[in-house]
């Protein structure tokens, strides 16, 4: 079957430095999404990888490694506003984004 | 981006009456919306997929008699919630997914439905 695994909660220090791990095992793949929800909002997009390697985008950055089936999100200097859900979705051959269940992240001063 | 409206973003019904939940993609042609539910501390889980002119297609273990999609035009896709029952209460989200197979979804900006 399909299925994404991504730890639940994860605590940081404003400033610091995060990594949000997410595995995924689908029928076929055409990239891995990784976005932000804050708590009553709808999900907003992040970033995208289909190649091996490093994304990088500002604070943030995602890595792929297709053969390990194997994605983290990425997050530098920790804002206070960084506090959300960060979902991992990964495209299968359909075309379908099968949805982690989302890693709550939560930064303490 | 891409902006997906959703309205309205809450709405509070009674038990039995039915809710209409309507998504405008405001700046491209969405040819295929989707519907989720999301439950709280839970993953956003696949209602429907919805194509323009045609019947939606249904998860499974849901019902299709019970939460009605149409999707009629190329920027509008509708939910309704038929005989809303307090289990109904959720937080429904759409998106809509530009042209091409791969591209990111755009999400509107949710419904909170309650029903008391």
């Known amino acids: 079957g399909q299925n994404i695994d991504q730890p639940t909660e994860m605590t940081a220090t404003e400033g610091a430095i995060v990594q949000i791990n997410c595995t995924y095992q689908?029928?076929?793949?055409?990239?891995l999404f990784w976005y932000q929800q804050h708590a009553g909002e709808a999900p907003t997009f992040l970033s995208y990888n289909v190649l091996d390697g490093l994304e990088e985008k500002g604070r943030f950055s995602s890595f792929l490694s297709r053969s390990k089936g194997y994605s983290y999100l990425l997050l530098k200097e920790l804002q206070m506003k960084d506090s959300a859900s960060y979902l991992c979705?990964?495209?299968?051959?359909?075309?379908?984004?099968?949805w982690g269940a989302g890693t709550k992240l939560i930064i303490k001063p | 981006g891409a902006v997906v409206s959703q309205h309205p973003s809450r709405v509070i019904c009674k038990s039995g009456t039915s809710v209409k939940i309507e998504c405008r993609s405001l700046?491209?042609?969405?040819?295929?919306m989707f519907w989720y539910r999301q439950f709280p501390k839970q993953s956003l889980m696949l209602m429907a997929t919805s194509n323009e002119g045609s019947k939606a297609t249904y998860e499974q273990g849901v019902e299709k008699d019970k939460f009605l999609i149409n999707h009629a035009s190329l920027t509008l896709s509708t939910l309704t919630v038929t005989s809303a029952h307090p289990e109904d209460s959720s937080f429904y989200i759409c998106?809509?997914?530009?042209?091409?197979?791969?591209?990111?979804?755009?999400f509107g900006q949710g419904t909170r439905l309650t029903v008391v």
């Open positions: 700046d491209f042609q969405a040819t295929t």
């Open positions: 689908t029928s076929g793949f055409n990239g």
């Open positions: 979705a990964a495209m299968d051959s359909n075309y379908q984004l099968i």
């Open positions: 998106s809509a997914r530009g042209e091409g197979k791969i591209t990111e979804a755009f």
